[in-house]
Structure formats: structure tokens, C-alpha cells
């Protein structure tokens, strides 16, 4: 270098370094671990601190620090013991986890708005089109995918429906030339035998006379009519072979065969019917159609004759009609109530006994009551008083003879006839609830009262022959075994069911409930099965050589069972304050051990008193009654009632003068009286005797 010269650095331009948006993975994920809670792995949500410097989620550390019994644990990340006075907000944390995803949102929109193009955009909207499309397919895909399953199951439904109609129809059709041609073979023996010609023609005669003859008259008419008459057209013998008729088709117009009967007696009958048609058509197919399934014709031969019978009997009666009334409480000088509150027939029908809260059996003669009605007699000249214990027989209370009175309204509607005509055993003992004629030994009546005592009666002397005090409380109900003329069941309020006999004090078993026992009932055919209805809603059913656990619990009604009856060995019908009536299946219910209610029959009313429930001797008819003072009569294929009948006019206790007659569709007064008891006829269908909470009594037949 020469001398002189300065030495100078030379100046070297440099590139400035511009930062760059690149970062390494390393590092994005530190920032995501700062950002991140160490226990739930997510973005901080209120963060807090511990001592030791580590930062967690609030309510995950929380949770991590109670789940120490001792409320102190190491930390998660250093393991440094903390407690819950060791930790506090980290504000400084959450206001940059805020300030940095405002930042990300800001630089997302700009982003987004910078970066993309116009071809960017059209391709973006090219293809969301595409996928809306591809949605909008699968969504009517769906749906008429849900569309197809809804026509073939309803096609299926409508189908099954078809199938059923067409074989119903196929029945109708085999059915009704069964009917025509056992009409026409009617016919043919009409003409040929004068003596039914005669009837047929008396019975035309007849029934136009009784469409021009008045309201009353109509009555009497009808009455008097010969059976043989009213009943031409309802023995049918079904036989397919006595005839060889021509095919039927549902849509053939073959003239129908003229009916035997008359006309007004058709009309009259078919009118009954029509108001159950909807029901009849049920219990009809139900049966009739499973018959024809099985190629049985022999069965559904059997079927339609049965069926044929019972329209005859449904029809038949169209109401109950009042033959005789007597009144419980006359010559007991009883102020209050006079309930009624049980009714029984002895074993052949000849006298009919009553009890309730007058302390009092009666006990009357069955035919010198229609004696009275018949002779319009208002006396009875065979009362006589059982003699009391310890007195002899020859002395008499001095109540034993009644005072009867001849009021001129003793008349009424319907041949009403109100008297006495009883023979009446009297025992001065406590309010009954319930009582019992043993169907096999006239002379045994057993009867329960109020303080739990069971007095067994002989019903010819009116003398106790002994009595059972076992029970602690009231006994609701006594029963007489069907099968032993020796053994009846008590049910009572103590929860206790209890098996006794005649030869003994003591009780033969007892049955121990957890409630009340408010029914008994005897299986007729069955001398170890005997039913209870309680005050938990349900029936128990025991086999007498094991009580430790009932055979089956029927569970059903929604309130109080108050009655248990038997139409048959299999067959058992509940009453229950739920105002219905239930009939079982017992087999069906112990086997599959499900209870199976065949039918649930509702109409009356039955909210809170015993009411009264009776089954008929045929097993198709049952009687209960109402709080509305009304008989309901029930036929065991309906469930709604076919005859509904009042107990009849009431004398006012001031004028004595008879109140006019309510309607049977009429709404009772509040506080009137209440139908109490209901009992049919052992031997002889179609009468019944009815009680009331007044003391009134009738005697009542099905016309």
C-alpha cells in the first residue's frame, strides 16, 4: 500500500433479512403445550397456578385435588405436593390465551380473504353444489326409502285385513245357508202339521192385535202369550245334512226363506240384538272363525247351535219386572239405617233368608210371597219367632208379629206388591255383614257379624248350634264348600282367611294375608281351591293342602275386590269398588302365571259400598247392583249391562205417599239409597231377589 494512503474498509451492501412465516412443528407444538391444560389436554379454560409454578384448568385441578381424602397430592407435572391453598388465578395466562385466539381469528378472516381468487371461489361453490346435490339425493333417498316401508307394512296390515274379512265372510256365507236351509226344513214341517199351522196362525192373529192395542194392554198381551210361539224360531238343531241347499255366495240375491215367526215378535227381538251388535260380531268371529280354520264342521256346527241360543236367551228378556216388594226393617222397630246386606237361598229354592244392620235374620217363604202377590194379600198368617237362647219355645218376642198395613198404594206399576209374608227366625245378635245356606243341609245357615264372630243357625228352629270366634275383627264374608256339606271360609278385616268345620271349634287352617279380606268364594267343582278377594285390588287363590303361598294372585281391578263368584270350575268373576266386574280364566292364568281377564264388564256405578253380585244358575247371566239403586244384569259374553232395572217406587217417611218413578236413565238424588244385595235363583233361572240400603226387598223375574 503506498505512503500516505489511508486504508479504508470497504462498504459491502447486505441483504436485509425478512422474517419469515415458516416455523418448525417443534415449535408449533410447544406453543400448543403452553397453551394446553396438562390434565385434560385442551386449551386452558380459566386457568389457575399451583406454588410450584405448573398451570392447570380450574375445575381440572379441583377434581384432581378432591380426589385426595386428605386434600393433599402431588402435582401432576412435578410432583410437588399441593393443596388446595397452593393454587390461584394465573391471570397473566388467560389474557394471552385470549389475545391469541382473537389474533387467529383475525388472521383467519384476512386470510381467507386475501389468499383466495375469483377461480378459487367458483371452484369452492362448484363444489358445495356438488355436495348439496349428493345430499339433497340421499335425503330423498331416505325418505322414499321410509315411504316404501310405510305402503308394504300398511299393504300387510290391509292384506291381514282382507284375509280375516274374506274369511269372515266365507263363515257368513256357510253359515247363513246352514241357518236357511234348518228355516225351510221349519217350513216344510209348518205345513205339513196342522196343529203348528193353528199356532202360527193364532200367533199372526196375536201379533196384530198387539200392534193396535194401547201401552198396557201391550203388556198384558205378551205376557199371556204362549212359549211355544215366542220360541218357533230360535230351536235351531244345525245339520248340514237333513238338506241339500244351493251354494251362497256373498253376492248372490237368493230370495230369503219366509221367517215362522211373526213379525212383530221378530222386530221386538231383533231390536234387542241390534243394540250388542258391535259385541255379538266380536264373540261371534272370535270363536266361529277358528272353528271353520280347523276344517272342523262338526265344531262349527256346534258352535253356531250354541251361539243360536244364546241370541234366543239375550233376546229374550228385555227388562226386569217387579213381582213382589217386602220391606226388611217392618216390625223390628229399627230407627236409622236398614241395609240390607246379604241375601241366600237355601239348597232347593224353598225360603230365602236376609240380613243386615237390623241385627236380624228374616227368613221368608219363598211361595207364600207370590201367594201374596197373587191373592193381593197383605198378611202373613205363618209368622212365627225362633225361640232365643236359653228361652223356651212356646214364648214369643213380643216384635214377632208384624203390623201390616193396607195402604192403598201398596199397589203399583208392574204388579208391586209390598207385605210380609214370612217365616222369621229373629237372633238377637250384632250387625251382620254377611251370610251363608249350606247347599247340601237345609237346616245349616251360617252368618258373620260386625265383632267377628261366625254363628252357625239352625234355620228350621232359629237356634244357634255353634258359634266360631276366632276372628278379631269384622268378617266381611262367609261361604259354604260346594263339595263338603261340613267345611265354609270366613274372610275377615283381621287379614285372615280361615277354613272351619262343623265338627269342630276351632278353625280347620288359616290363611294369613298382609290385608283386608273382604270376599270369599268356594270352587264348586274343586274341594281344596278356595278364592279371596282382598282390599289390595287383587283375587288370591289357595289350595287349602298348602297355604303357604296362594296357586295365583289375579291383578287387575284398580280398587277394593268386594266380590268373588264362580260361574264354573274355571271361570271366576270379580266385583271390585272400581265400578267394573272382571271375569278370569283360572287355568290360563295359573299355567302361564299371568293373570288372564277374559272380560272386563263396566255400566254401574260402584265407587265406595258393597253392592251385591249374583251368577244365575245357567252361568250366563250376572246380577250386581249400583250406588244409583239400579239392578245391572250383565250376559257373560258383553261386557256392557242387557237389562237395567230400578228397585222400584219409594214411599215418602212423612206422607207416606209413593214418589213418582224414576227413569232407569235417570240420575239418582245425592244421599238416595244404594242397591246393597243381589241373589238368583238356585234352581230356576231368570228371578232374583234385590235389596236396597232402605230395607226394601224385591222379588224380581227377567221378561
Known amino acids: 500500500m503506498p505512503a500516505g494512503s489511508s486504508a479504508v474498509v470497504p462498504f459491502l451492501p447486505t441483504v436485509p433479512q425478512t422474517p419469515t412465516h415458516t416455523r418448525h412443528e417443534d415449535d408449533d407444538d410447544n406453543d400448543k403445550n403452553n397453551h394446553n391444560c396438562a390434565i385434560c389436554r385442551s386449551t386452558f379454560k380459566e386457568a389457575y397456578v399451583t406454588a410450584c409454578g405448573h398451570s392447570f384448568c380450574y375445575e381440572c385441578i379441583t377434581m384432581y385435588l378432591h380426589s385426595s381424602a386428605s386434600g393433599a397430592i402431588p402435582c401432576p407435572v412435578c410432583q410437588t405436593i399441593i393443596t388446595d391453598s397452593h393454587i390461584s388465578p394465573n391471570f397473566r395466562l388467560n389474557t394471552l390465551i385470549e389475545r391469541t385466539a382473537h389474533r387467529a381469528e383475525q388472521y383467519m378472516e384476512a386470510d381467507v380473504t386475501s389468499e383466495l381468487s375469483l377461480q378459487d371461489v367458483d371452484r369452492m361453490l362448484r363444489q358445495l353444489n356438488k355436495r348439496k346435490q349428493q345430499m339433497e339425493s340421499l335425503e330423498t333417498e331416505a325418505s322414499l326409502h321410509l315411504m316404501h316401508e310405510f305402503l308394504a307394512s300398511t299393504r300387510s296390515s290391509v292384506q291381514k285385513a282382507l284375509q280375516e274379512l274374506t274369511a269372515q265372510l266365507a263363515v257368513l256365507d256357510k253359515d247363513m245357508v246352514k241357518v236357511e236351509a234348518q228355516m225351510s226344513s221349519l217350513q216344510c214341517a209348518l205345513i205339513v202339521s196342522p196343529h203348528l199351522q193353528r199356532g202360527r196362525t193364532a200367533a199372526g192373529e196375536r201379533g196384530k192385535n198387539l200392534k193396535e192395542a194401547p201401552k198396557r194392554g201391550t203388556k198384558r198381551l205378551l205376557d199371556r202369550m204362549p212359549r211355544d210361539s215366542q ?31 211373526t213379525s212383530i215378535l221378530v222386530q221386538k227381538r231383533s231390536a234387542r240384538i241390534t243394540e250388542h251388535v258391535s259385541e255379538l260380531r266380536d264373540v261371534y268371529f272370535k270363536e266361529r272363525v277358528m272353528a271353520n280354520t280347523a276344517d272342523n264342521d262338526t265344531l262349527g256346527d256346534a258352535y253356531l247351535s250354541s251361539f243360536a241360543t244364546s241370541l234366543s236367551r239375550l233376546s229374550r228378556y228385555s227388562r226386569l219386572r217387579t213381582v213382589a216388594t217386602l220391606d226388611y226393617a217392618h216390625g223390628l222397630y229399627h230407627t236409622g239405617s236398614c241395609i240390607v246386606s246379604s241375601i241366600d237361598f237355601d239348597k232347593d229354592d224353598q225360603f230365602f233368608a236376609t240380613a243386615g244392620v237390623t241385627k236380624k235374620i228374616k227368613i221368608f217363604d219363598y211361595q207364600s210371597v207370590l201367594a201374596d202377590l197373587r191373592q193381593d ?58 251370610l251363608a245356606w249350606n247347599p247340601h243341609i237345609k237346616s ?15 234355620s228350621g228352629t232359629g237356634a244357634p248350634i255353634s258359634s266360631f270366634n276366632e276372628h278379631e275383627k269384622r268378617v266381611w ?123 272386563t264388564f263396566a255400566g254401574h256405578t260402584n265407587a ?29 259374553g258383553l261386557s256392557r249391562p242387557v237389562v237395567v232395572a230400578n228397585m222400584g217406587r219409594t214411599r215418602d217417611a212423612v206422607t207416606g205417599l209413593f214418589a213418582p218413578p224414576r227413569r232407569v236413565d235417570e240420575a239418582p238424588a245425592p244421599g238416595g239409597p244404594f242397591l246393597s244385595s243381589v241373589c238368583w235363583q238356585r234352581t230356576q233361572p231368570g228371578r232374583l231377589i234385590a235389596a236396597n240400603s232402605n230395607g226394601k226387598v224385591a222379588v224380581m223375574e227377567l221378561v
Open 377 to 434: 194379600v197383605f198378611s202373613n198368617p205363618r209368622v212365627r219367632a225362633a225361640p232365643s237362647p236359653g228361652r223356651n219355645r212356646s214364648e214369643r218376642d213380643d216384635d214377632t208379629v208384624p203390623n201390616h198395613d193396607s195402604d192403598a198404594e201398596n199397589s203399583e206399576e208392574d204388579n208391586e206388591a209390598e207385605g210380609s209374608g214370612d217365616d222369621v227366625p229373629r237372633f238377637p245378635i250384632l250387625e251382620i255383614d254377611s
Open 608 to 636: 265406595k259400598n258393597f253392592v251385591g253380585m249374583s251368577i244365575d244358575s245357567t252361568s250366563e247371566f250376572i246380577a250386581c247392583g249400583s250406588e244409583t239403586d239400579q239392578v245391572h244384569v250383565y250376559w257373560t
Open 231 to 261: 220360541e218357533v224360531s230360535t230351536s235351531l238343531n244345525i245339520t248340514e245334512n237333513e238338506t241339500e241347499p244351493q251354494p251362497r255366495t256373498a253376492l248372490s240375491a237368493a230370495k230369503p226363506v219366509k221367517l215362522l215367526s
Open 477 to 599: 264374608s262367609v261361604d259354604w264348600s260346594s263339595v263338603d256339606p261340613t267345611r265354609f271360609a270366613s274372610g275377615s278385616d283381621d287379614a285372615k282367611g280361615k277354613i272351619w268345620s262343623v265338627n269342630q271349634k276351632d278353625a280347620v287352617a288359616t290363611i294369613h294375608s298382609t290385608v283386608n279380606l273382604c270376599s270369599v268364594k268356594w270352587n264348586p267343582t274343586h274341594q281344596h281351591h278356595v278364592a279371596f278377594g282382598s282390599a289390595d285390588h287383587h283375587i288370591h287363590y289357595y289350595d287349602t293342602r298348602n297355604l303357604s303361598a296362594p296357586l295365583h294372585i289375579f291383578q287387575g281391578h284398580k280398587k277394593a275386590v268386594s266380590y268373588v263368584r264362580f260361574a264354573d270350575r274355571n271361570t271366576l268373576i270379580s266385583c271390585s269398588t272400581d265400578s267394573t266386574l272382571r271375569m278370569w280364566d283360572v287355568d290360563a292364568s295359573i299355567s302361564c302365571d299371568k293373570s288372564v281377564c277374559v272380560r
Open 444 to 458: 245349616h245357615l251360617v252368618s258373620a257379624d260386625y265383632e267377628g264372630i261366625v254363628n252357625l243357625w239352625d
